[in-house]
């Protein structure tokens, strides 16, 4: 079985494919991976020379490439991407021409090669702030950045080629990711790494936001599992069970660098700051069998200690974004 996966040079991309070469069974599929390597994307997150991996570097907008690509393909995995917030924010034209128009060349493409299934990975920011309980899936989309925005538009788009057109398409949401390889703009990273490089942190606001912290290796099961187990035209939400105001997870941070609060510097909130995240994945438990596998205590300590044992691979990446 051939299966592409695009933006798989990113953190939760590469996680799962790595993850699918480390399956060495008889159903374990070729993978080809299709990666633009803009700054978050990073070639050695990927094993260099494995036989089952095959790597293309370019952008999901090439409708010629991907229509050569998707021809030799049985499944889609789609990750690729913009996805942080504060970039939307200050230019959102990236955000709409990658993930909208870009998740419709896949779906033009995989529709005319009759490709099935194709996840498309999504996040729990379609739905916008909830100050209590969690969303299902059928809750009203209500995005509030530029970011989560174009993540709602290829949602609906993506879905809407299987009510038209009957195109396997599968939907995944999922919370605030965690792990090693993520690139250091996020806030567990840039926290992490600032924190060892002796500098202060942000934290915006009075640090209320509430998110639900997902393992990106438990993220990675999650997808695997609507891939292979889930029905056509459905949503999955898949969560990780922890959820942390940014304060407190900010006091983890500290204490599990070794820092004080002297070292935190409140900084304005963004504009359209979500209060609160919060996935009900009782779906994919119930349908597919998910539970998250990673305590979140002891995941955040192997994190920092990737970090810290680590410094060559993230170093080059904040030097890169000061210049």
Same mark, same amino acid.
């Given at each position: 079985m051939k299966l592409l996966v695009t933006?798989?040079?990113?953190?939760?991309?590469? /996680?799962? +494919?790595?993850? %699918?070469? &480390? #399956?060495?069974?008889?159903?374990?599929?070729?993978?080809?991976?299709?990666?633009?390597?803009t700054y978050?994307?990073?070639?050695?997150?990927?094993?260099?020379g494995h036989p089952r991996l095959e790597f293309?570097?370019?952008?999901?907008?090439?409708? /010629?490439? +991907?229509?050569? %690509?998707? &021809? #030799?393909?049985?499944?889609?995995?789609?990750?690729?991407?913009?996805?942080?917030?504060d970039r939307s924010i200050d230019s959102a034209a990236d955000f709409v021409r990658t993930n909208v128009l870009g998740t419709q060349t896949l779906l033009d493409a995989a529709l005319r090669h009759? +490709?099935?299934?194709?996840?498309?990975?999504?996040?729990?920011?379609?739905y916008g702030s909830i100050d209590t309980g969690s969303w299902p899936e059928e809750h009203p989309l209500s995005p509030n950045s530029p970011y989560s925005a174009s993540k709602a538009s290829s949602d609906l788009l993506a879905l809407a080629y299987h009510r038209t057109h009957g195109l396997d398409v599968r939907v995944t949401r999922c919370s605030n990711n965690y792990g090693p390889r993520q690139f250091p703009e996020k806030v567990?990273?840039?926290?992490?790494?600032?924190?060892?490089?002796?500098?202060?942190?942000?934290?915006?606001?009075?640090?209320?936001?509430?998110?639900d912290w997902l393992h990106v290796e438990d993220h990675v099961h999650g997808i695997e599992l609507v891939r292979t187990k889930g029905r056509p035209g459905e949503v999955y939400n898949i969560g990780g069970g922890t959820e942390l105001s940014n304060r407190d997870l900010t006091a983890l941070l500290l204490k599990a660098c070794g820092a004080d609060w002297d070292r935190v510097?409140?900084?304005?909130?963004?504009?359209?700051?979500?209060?609160?995240?919060?996935?009900?994945?009782?779906?994919?438990?119930?349908?597919?069998?998910?539970?998250?596998?990673?305590?979140?205590?002891?995941?955040?300590?192997?994190?920092?200690?990737?970090?810290?044992?680590?410094?060559?691979?993230?170093?080059?990446?904040?030097?890169?974004?000061?210049?």
């Open positions: 933006g798989a040079a990113g953190f939760i991309g590469s /996680a799962h +494919v790595r993850a %699918l070469l &480390a #399956d060495g069974g008889p159903e374990a599929p070729h993978v080809t991976v299709l990666d633009k390597l978050a994307g990073c070639r050695d997150n990927l094993p260099a293309v570097h370019g952008d999901i907008c090439d409708a /010629a490439l +991907v229509d050569k %690509l998707m &021809a #030799d393909t049985d499944q889609v995995v789609h990750f690729a991407a913009e996805s942080h917030v009759g +490709v099935g299934p194709f996840v498309h990975v999504s996040t729990d920011e379609v567990i990273p840039l926290f992490i790494t600032n924190l060892l490089d002796g500098l202060t942190v942000p934290l915006y606001g009075e640090g209320l936001n509430v998110r510097e409140h900084v304005p909130d963004r504009k359209g700051h979500d209060l609160r995240y919060s996935v009900d994945w009782s779906k994919a438990r119930t349908e597919l069998g998910y539970r998250p596998r990673h305590d979140f205590t002891a995941g955040l300590a192997e994190t920092v200690d990737w970090y810290r044992e680590n410094r060559s691979w993230w170093q080059p990446l904040k030097q890169r974004e000061r210049v």
